[in-house]
């Protein structure tokens, strides 16, 4: 299983690297979560053309009605800031 990030949910609205990321990985399976669904999204809504607004909207709901979308309750981003806040003290 592979769970993507942010970063690269973003990038994987490249057709290229949808296409590379496939064949590397075709019989994994993969998934985000809803927080970054939330921040990939905020990305398209925020840009200020209007046509290309729609299109990364467009072009970003595509690839995530591609992947499986796991939740991320409460309980998952208080064990997450907590890893992430012991990492940073390392």
Request: net charge negative.
């Amino acid at each position: 299983m592979f769970c993507l990030d942010t970063t690269f949910v973003d990038l994987i609205q490249n057709p290229n690297v949808i296409e590379m990321v496939t064949k590397e990985i075709e019989t994994d399976f993969l998934c985000t979560t809803t927080f970054n669904v939330f921040e990939a999204q905020v990305g398209s809504y925020a840009l200020k053309d209007k046509g290309m607004r729609k299109k990364a909207i467009e072009k970003l709901n595509r690839v995530l009605n591609r992947i499986e979308i796991l939740p991320f309750l409460e309980e998952d981003a208080l064990r997450a800031a907590e890893i992430t806040g012991n990492l940073r003290r390392i």
